[in-house]
């Protein structure tokens, strides 16, 4: 059975930093790709990043790149999200999410990590 | 931010059908990504409904179909039942913005 569980969200100043992280099991976790997904309070779904399976290549939504980092170790069958310059709008609940393969649709998700920006 | 479009909200009886629409443009759907749905239950995360248009994973009932068609996809709902409230979102890759996008997301209730 495919699980994953997220970590490491937490309450955070305006412009400070979190990373979260994402422990999979029950798969080859190094054979899929990996996103990050994240829901305001009371809104809809927000894509955030992507990973290769082999972590060679990286994908970010344009209110994101340049302040967040998507990594893996599938050494330890983990994901991050490293999140920095962080603002008010990053308010959220982060969920990871398991790929078909690579860019295909997200088969599987986490119960979420909750994410909160305090001025 | 969504570039997929969706009706806030749709409602029917029990036992009756409801559709749900999903509206991209030529960068995502119009280009033939596929689209795929999702089901969030009250307080719970996302579970995936539909692939690939109009598959349904093993477990989900055949009340729920999808199509797609141009720049849309439809999410059709039969014999609505009370545990179909849940809000349900369209999702596809769009190649401009090399990744995912997801539609603004329907609320369905069970009148």
């Known amino acids: 059975e495919v699980q994953l569980v997220e970590s490491g969200g937490g309450l955070v100043q305006l412009e400070g930093s979190l990373r979260l992280s994402c422990a999979a099991s029950?798969?080859?976790?190094?054979?899929?790709?990996m996103s990050w997904v994240r829901q305001a309070p009371g809104k809809g779904l927000e894509w955030v990043s992507a990973?290769?399976?082999?972590?060679?290549?990286?994908y970010y939504a344009d209110s994101v790149k340049g302040r967040f980092t998507i990594s893996r170790d599938n050494s330890k069958n983990t994901l991050f999200l490293q999140m920095n310059s962080l603002r008010a709008e990053d308010t959220a609940l982060y969920y990871c999410?398991?790929?078909?393969?690579?860019?295909?649709?997200?088969?599987?998700w986490g119960q979420g990590t909750l994410v909160t920006v305090s001025s | 931010q969504s570039v997929l479009t969706q009706p806030p909200s749709v409602s029917g009886a029990p036992g009756q059908r409801v559709t749900i629409s999903c509206t991209g443009s030529?960068?995502?759907?119009?280009?033939?990504?596929?689209v795929h749905w999702y089901q969030q239950l009250p307080g719970t995360a996302p579970k995936l409904l539909i692939y690939g248009n109009n598959n349904r994973p093993s477990g989900v009932p055949d009340r729920f179909s999808g199509s797609k068609s141009g720049t849309s996809a439809s999410l059709a709902i039969t014999g609505l039942q009370a545990d179909d409230e849940a809000d349900y979102y369209c999702?596809?890759?769009?190649?401009?913005?090399?990744?995912?996008?997801f539609g603004t997301g329907t609320k369905v209730a069970v009148l």
């Open positions: 030529s960068s995502n759907i119009g280009a033939g990504y596929d």
């Open positions: 029950g798969f080859t976790f190094s054979s899929y790709a």
């Open positions: 999410a398991k790929d078909y393969l690579h860019f295909d649709w997200l088969d599987n």
């Open positions: 999702q596809s890759y769009d190649s401009s913005l090399t990744g995912y996008v």
């Open positions: 990973i290769s399976g082999s972590g060679g290549s990286t």
